[in-house]
């Protein structure tokens, strides 16, 4: 039995590491993080430079990657150094998307690599409903058989920028049936989309999106008129495993910022982890990143089984969920009044971990729905 | 035992009640409601309001203008004033340095700041902490060297809440290196206005700015500013701190955050039915309200002791790791209860200027920002890990 990564995989996420270390500044990152567009078009393009976006799609599609493998090792990298650009929102979600959609569709996936499209997920709609099949947005037949959608559209991250939006939207069935569901594919300037943006905890900024009476042409579909719940169920299990890696890569960074602490940090003569008391909180860390990590190389290697995919999938981000809100907490905790500043790294980290709870579906969720699977 | 109200505590609330509900602004209450941070301006005019009704500093003695009230009537005030939406009062100078005053400063100490404290004339910072000395406060080192009629400061304070908006600071201050740390350790009062101080802000974590550093340097400060005597301000210190952690149980706020989470849950939907009704959240929403049942019960054992004439000991402790993490949890579940409306952070959403797209629920402009600001809760007034070791040490003797 081996659990080390492939050889050119374990190079590509060293270099990926490297170039974190030494070229994206957190500091850099925070102010761009925090500003209008929520990300830093420089290093976005510095980043794709580097081929991680190629790293994230199929051969097929001009890329050089695409497995459950290469999306975990690049996203825990990511991870690392807590990038904010869109990654997860263009490389995966629309990319999947798009590669299942006709010609026109599935170029615009070899115009993400060249940096001439920004393609948008737009799916999540009620905030507290985590269902991959919630859809209340309509698509009606229009008598000429071109189609309308009208609906909302929430919290979707890295908005402000697009330059498509892939709309799921419902002809038949109720609020979270699979049957119904069909994908648009439209550009971002489309008569009747409104957009409000608002500043977020963890960096990037999230919009509500009001869709009303929009056209679509028939060809605009991605997959068949309310067959494409299995595109995008399929694109957010990706999604899921993207960001389940991108916390281990957060929790292995917080954990060497932490005990880096414990080590240096003196208080009453001693450096505060010679307590006890810390080094069983610590202890108890990294016993849980071990399981978070073991929860990620099991849907990871079980990510192409159509049986146990959703199930393992369920089970990251519960482990995820949980050990990522005790990981965050915990080390603010050990850190002191040093953990609550904006000023040191830490307190970054530990937001966009436990935020990754709020994405696709909390600790909660996901136990119920390992139950019911 | 005798849990009831007498006919005079409960006509007492009833007062408190409809002074409430006349007195306080609709646009505060619905802030703090929403648990986003009031302004300074927001804080000074209820103080006023509370000091024109003598209710500012209620446990004072009659003489320096509050009302002596006993530990019932101070829970029953700040039940009401949680469960009203009243911003808390800023503790420093009423509910912090004037205990220590009472007992510990002079006379003229006392009719001189006293008075200041309940015009608002003076708002208080607390001088404690340093990059060396948190935990450890015994440690510090901010020097303190009698020249004349005055001491010379020189050192640096950190974490000291509001002291941008604060004219003066109580200070722990080093005045000898002899036997053991504690016994070097003098209480000082320092005008903030003073030559040669510096504040800088820190940001915490969620962006905002309520914690600074100050740096000192060579700061005159006149001797009569001493409180009580030199090297006896780690007793001082201590008998403050007390003070500061019974304040921390927080029932009546944690009750209406509660109340406030149950709404905002009974509006959102999971699974197509109230998220209320979700058995996962409704579990995790019961053992918080056990808890704090728990607690409220467990703080009045503390007060009653208390009314007995026996002094908060080991017992506030007990009472501060309790109050935080209740209240933490809390605000943890009030995120979770947001679902992707967490990500939001729009803290001056409610604020006259913002300009942005209207969040809602209300709740949600900072409710991530609350939850990671109130991550403070455990640590400060001496963190959790403290409270257990002064429990192990007083209550268990280990
Ligand atoms: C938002 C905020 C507001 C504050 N406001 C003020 C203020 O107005 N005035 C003021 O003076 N101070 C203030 N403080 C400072 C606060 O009191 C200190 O942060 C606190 O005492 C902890 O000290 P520290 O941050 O140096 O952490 P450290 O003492 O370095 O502790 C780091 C970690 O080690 C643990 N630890 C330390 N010693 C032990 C031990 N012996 N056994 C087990 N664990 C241990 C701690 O519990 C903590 O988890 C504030 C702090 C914050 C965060």
């Not at chain 1, 790293?55 to 999306?71: H, K, Q, V, Y």
């Not at chain 1, 609906?151 to 939207?169: P, Q, Y």
């Not at chain 1, 009476?213 to 060809?219: A, C, D, F, G």
């Not at chain 2, 604020?351 to 709740?363: H, L």
């Amino acid at each position: 039995m081996d659990f080390k990564p492939s050889p050119e995989r374990q190079i590509l996420f060293d270099t990926l590491k490297k170039y974190f270390e030494n070229e994206y500044s957190l500091s850099d990152r925070n102010i761009a993080a925090h500003s209008d567009l929520g990300y830093s078009k420089k290093a976005w393009e510095a980043m794709r430079d580097l081929g991680i976006l190629e790293s994230l799609i199929d051969p097929e599609l001009d890329g050089f990657g695409g497995t459950a493998l290469d999306i975990s090792t690049v996203f825990e990298a990511l991870g690392r150094g807590l990038v904010v650009e869109p990654f997860l929102e263009v490389g995966i979600l629309a990319a999947k998307v798009l590669s299942k959609g006709n010609d026109v569709q599935k170029s615009l996936v070899k115009k993400i690599l060249k940096n001439e499209c920004l393609p948008i997920l737009a799916h999540s709609e009620t905030d507290t409903e985590y269902s991959k099949s919630f859809v209340e947005t309509k698509l009606s037949v229009e008598a000429d058989g071109s189609y309308k959608i009208s609906g909302a559209k929430r919290m979707l991250k890295h908005v402000t920028e697009a330059t498509h939006f892939l709309v799921t939207c419902r002809n038949t069935g109720d609020a979270s049936s699979e049957e119904g569901i069909s994908i648009a594919c439209i550009p971002t300037d489309r008569e009747g989309i409104k957009i409000d943006s608002f500043a977020t905890i963890d960096g990037g900024r999230v919009s509500d999106l009001t869709f009303t009476n929009v056209s679509i042409s028939s060809e605009e579909l991605v997959g068949e008129l309310g067959m494409s719940y299995s595109i995008v169920s399929h694109a957010i299990d990706t999604g899921i495993l993207a960001i389940c890696s991108e916390a281990l890569g957060i929790m292995e960074r917080i954990k060497e910022l932490t005990l880096e602490y414990l080590k240096t940090r003196k208080q009453f003569g001693v450096p505060i982890g010679k307590f006890q008391a810390i080094q069983h909180r610590m202890a108890q860390l990294l016993v849980e990143i071990e399981q978070a990590r073991s929860s990620v190389i099991n849907a990871t290697i079980y990510f192409d089984d159509e049986t146990e995919r959703e199930k393992t999938i369920s089970a990251a981000k519960f482990s995820i969920g949980k050990i990522g809100t005790l990981v965050a907490e915990e080390s603010i905790q050990l850190h002191g009044g040093m953990g609550m500043t904006w000023e040191y790294d830490l307190g970054h980290y530990a937001k966009r971990l436990v935020l990754i709870d709020h994405e696709f579906g909390d600790e909660d969720f996901h136990l119920q729905k390992y139950i019911s699977l | 035992m005798d849990l009831n109200f007498t006919k005079e505590q409960e006509n007492f609330q009833i007062e408190v009640r409809s002074f409430l509900s006349d007195n306080l602004e609709p646009q505060v209450i619905e802030k703090v409601k929403n648990g986003i941070p009031i302004t300074k301006e927001d804080s000074e005019r209820w103080h006023q309001k509370l000091n024109e009704k003598g209710w500012l500093a209620g446990t004072w003695p009659k003489q320096y203008g509050g009302q002596e009230w006993d530990v019932v009537e101070k829970f029953i005030f700040e039940e009401e004033c949680g469960s009203a939406g009243a911003p808390r009062i800023v503790p420093f100078g009423v509910g912090m340095l004037a205990p220590v005053l009472m007992k510990f400063g002079s006379q003229e100490q006392r009719d001189y700041w006293l008075p200041r404290m309940l015009t608002g004339e003076d708002w208080w910072c607390q001088g404690y902490s340093e990059p060396g000395s948190g935990s450890d406060l015994a440690s510090l080192k901010t020097s303190a060297v009698r020249d004349g009629d005055h001491y010379i400061v020189n050192g640096q304070k950190t974490w000291t809440t509001f002291a941008q908006h604060a004219n003066m600071i109580f200070c722990l201050v080093r005045t000898s290196n002899e036997g053991k740390p504690q016994e070097g350790i003098s209480f000082i009062l320092i005008d903030m206005n003073s030559p040669g101080i510096e504040v800088r802000p820190i940001i915490t974590l969620d962006g905002s700015h309520e914690v600074n550093e100050i740096f000192f340097s060579e700061v005159k400060v006149p001797a009569k500013n001493l409180v009580g005597e030199e090297n006896k301000g780690w007793t001082y210190a201590k008998y403050l701190l007390t003070h500061e952690r019974t304040g921390n149980a927080n029932v009546a706020v944690s009750k209406r955050k509660i109340q406030k989470l149950k709404k905002l849950a009974d509006d959102a939907n999971k699974n197509g039915q109230p998220l209320s009704n979700d058995p996962m959240f409704a579990s995790r929403l019961a053992q918080i309200e056990i808890d704090l049942q728990n607690l409220e019960i467990t703080n009045l054992r503390t007060l009653a002791s208390v009314e007995n004439g026996e002094a908060p000991g080991a017992e506030s402790s007990i009472i501060k790791i309790l109050g935080s993490e209740i209240e933490q949890d809390i605000d943890s579940l009030t995120r979770k209860s947001l679902g992707k409306r967490a990500f939001v952070n729009e803290p001056d959403a409610l604020s006259a200027g913002y300009n942005g797209a209207e969040v809602f629920p209300k709740a949600a402009a900072y409710a991530s920002g609350k939850y990671f600001n109130h991550r403070k809760k455990s640590i400060y007034a001496g963190s959790n890990e403290i409270q257990k070791n002064i429990i192990s040490k007083l209550m268990l003797n280990l």
